[in-house]
């Protein structure tokens, strides 16, 4: 049977995406057509007659269509996007491209839209001028929506309304640029080595992989060893690699991606584009009436302003500086000489396998990835009382991929997950979750929450299943904390649905919270055994990995810090003219690193220049959100530890006051209903053990 023009799956929105069938083609069709009903909706508001509406009647006439059409908007759009950062070919990075410029200037119109804004404040109005008579989810809904109007220039006069939507076309596709030029640069390296010597010290997973990449790019096994530039690979080299020569080649490689030095100099350099993104942002931010794009940034988060954040970030810095010198000290004391930055990590290795007898490469084969899965899985499911199935049935993107099914106790479905975890040279590097299908109850219609879960762990390779090291079960356990806050909500709106809606500093908070548990011993026994025998992780074994949390956590607090600070004060600043910006970049990190770092850091190193987070992503201006939600969730954790960490109430607890709340619930007020006061620090700092001055 042939068919001239056969459907386009993208448009079937009611079922989970048919994955072996989307192609890039299909991508620029299916969001134009959206778009177009989405901008015939929105003509149609601005014709409507709401002279005897009510706030509530106005509310279901202009919000709900609204909502709606901004669901089915993210149904078509989600799978391009998750295609392109999992499966990403140049015929899909084109269409995403293409696309992410329709949406941006979509998004850009729709939220200049007068007439539309006009309705939502009407809602306001008549809800006061009636004695509210909105829900309180529903006045929530519309305060933001009508904040984020503001912030997008909704009041400006034309000229510079059109000047705005021309500076966030600009952005995102500089962003993208960024991003690419990261994963090009990425790419492009590998090492071979032919001296077997010069593998000394590292774990027998990345030679063996290493092997394999030789043997198929033409050489004999066992003659040479391919290494090429995966986060797996860089951390293995710099923390096992006995050979200095190996680690500082792969620190020099990792340290200047996309940038002006290192092996591809100058090939994707990132730095015009940085310069470029801090002025579009320096624009966006005068334009809409902020000192800066930090105080831009800040309107729509939980803390209250640059100062408050910057007060937050140095008091942590204060109270962790005196253990990160002395911690540093110790390994220079260690090694007996002066230590260069690619031998940190390497020293590191060696002092805590001398302190703690302990190292990832022991770990591993106590947690091979089936055994995590199953025993976080368990985890959840005793603490909020759900259920978690696999569903072979439903179609993904690739081989390495599985669906599941989340139901409630009595078996009624509550949303879904994919899952995606091992390392491919076409996917985008890092771990995290992002939302398939966002829960929705409109006119009566339910449509259940679904995520992608994502990591980059190493394949089983040979007849070894995958094994995690404990860090990497960490960052499981950090994102599928996101993608329980993402199927757990109740919320019926999109807007503030699962994380949508919640302020970024506060949407980290489910997911660190959940790391936690990787550090309990009760837990630890859910989701280790040995890979080939089964048994539990031995007693002592245990004990030192509990006692090695806190090694070193001085220097990673600082580092974090250094990070954070960094953001926040290179979009606090004047952005740079176009021939000061790498000297103006420079120069802030270095401010920073002055004040906080206590590692040497080579002239070479261009760090700024594959920091995606903030260039490309959404942590501009707030990176310090990590440390920001890692003070709730620490605080949040301790109430665990107070009432058992297992202990079901707390679980049903967290889970009605934070998880299942979204966007729909002030931030403070969520953490406060669950933990009975405001957060504090203390927490924090007792698990990094940095209380004992
Ligand atoms: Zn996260």
New binding site residues.
């Given amino acids: 049977m042939t068919r001239s023009s056969p459907e386009n799956p993208l448009l079937k929105i009611d079922a989970l995406p048919d994955f072996r069938r989307i192609g890039p083609e299909h991508a620029i069709p299916a969001v134009d057509g959206q778009l177009q009903l989405n901008r015939s909706l929105i003509d149609e508001l601005a014709e409507l007659d709401t002279g005897g509406d009510d706030a509530r009647t106005l509310f279901a006439r202009v919000v709900v269509p609204m909502e709606r059409a901004r669901q089915r908007l993210g149904r078509v759009w989600s799978p391009i996007s998750h295609l392109n950062a999992v499966m990403n070919t140049k015929a899909m990075r084109e269409s995403y491209n293409a696309c992410l410029a329709k949406l941006t200037a979509y998004e850009t119109e729709l939220q200049q839209n007068e007439t539309l804004c006009t309705l939502y404040k009407q809602i306001l109005e008549r809800d006061r001028d009636e004695g509210s008579t909105l829900a309180r989810d529903q006045r929530r809904l519309v305060e933001d929506a009508v904040r984020d109007f503001r912030l997008s220039g909704v009041d400006l006069p034309t000229r510079d309304k059109e000047r705005f939507s021309d500076l966030m076309r600009e952005l995102t596709a500089t962003q993208s640029r960024f991003e690419e030029n990261v994963l090009d640069a990425t790419n492009a390296f590998y090492h071979v080595v032919t001296d077997e010597a010069e593998l000394d010290g590292l774990p027998d997973h990345v030679i063996t992989r290493a092997a394999e990449q030789a043997a198929s790019a033409g050489d004999p096994i066992g003659s040479a060893w391919r290494f090429v530039l995966d986060l797996p690979t860089y951390q293995a080299v710099v923390k096992h690699a006995n050979s200095e020569v190996l680690r500082r080649l792969f620190y020099e490689a990792w340290s200047t991606r996309a940038s002006d030095q290192g092996p591809h100099a100058g090939e994707w350099d990132n730095t015009p584009l940085m310069g470029q993104i801090l002025r579009l942002r320096g624009e966006i931010a005068s334009i809409t009436g902020f000192d800066s794009y930090a105080g831009y940034s800040l309107a729509t988060k939980m803390a209250d302003s640059v100062d408050q954040v910057i007060d937050f970030l140095e008091e942590l810095v204060a109270r962790s500086l005196p253990a990160g010198r002395k911690e540093f000290q110790a390994l220079v004391d260690f090694a007996g000489h002066s230590l260069e930055a690619w031998d940190v990590a390497w020293v590191v290795e060696r002092v805590r396998h001398k302190l703690f007898d302990i190292s990832d490469e022991m770990l591993r084969p106590y947690f091979p990835l089936a055994r995590v899965v199953d025993g976080m899985f368990a985890l959840v499911a005793k603490l909020f009382d759900i259920r978690i199935r696999r569903d072979d049935s439903v179609n993904c993107w690739h081989e390495d991929a599985q669906y599941y099914v989340l139901e409630d106790a009595d078996g009624r479905a509550r949303g879904g997950f994919y899952m995606d975890l091992f390392v491919r040279p076409d996917k985008r590097s890092g771990a995290w ?1 992002d939302t398939c299908v966002v829960r929705a109850e409109l006119d009566g219609m339910t449509e259940l929450p679904v995520a992608y879960l994502v990591c980059n762990f190493t394949p089983p390779s040979g007849d070894q299943p995958a094994q995690l090291s404990h860090t990497e079960v960490l960052t499981l356990f ?2 599928f904390g ?1 993608s329980l806050h993402h199927m757990l909500t109740r919320v019926a709106y999109p807007s503030h649905s699962g994380i949508n809606g919640v302020p970024w500093d506060a949407v ?1 908070l489910p ?1 660190q919270f959940l790391e936690n548990f990787v550090w309990d011993r009760e837990v630890i026994g859910m989701i280790s055994g040995h890979v080939s025998t089964g048994e539990p992780l031995p007693e002592d074994l245990l004990d030192r990995l509990i006692a090695s949390r806190t090694f070193n956590a001085g220097m990673a607090m600082l580092r974090q810090l250094e990070f954070a600070l960094f953001d926040m004060r290179l979009h606090a600043q004047a952005p740079p003219s176009a021939d000061q910006e790498a000297q103006q970049i420079a120069h802030t990190l270095t401010g920073v690193r002055n004040k906080v770092s206590v590692v040497p850091v080579p002239d070479f190193n261009r760090f700024p220049c594959s920091f995606s987070h903030i260039f490309a992503g959404g942590y501009a201006a707030g990176y310090y959100s990590y440390k920001w939600a890692e003070v709730l969730s620490a605080d949040a954790f301790s109430a665990f530890e107070e009432e058992g960490v297992l202990n079901v109430p707390t679980g049903q607890r967290w889970l009605h006051n934070v998880l299942e709340v979204g966007g729909a619930r002030d931030a403070m007020e969520a953490f406060v209903g669950f933990r009975g006061r405001p957060p504090t620090p203390d927490a924090l700092l007792r698990h990094s053990g940095l209380t004992a001055s």
């Fill in positions: 979750m950090h994102e996101h980290e997911s």
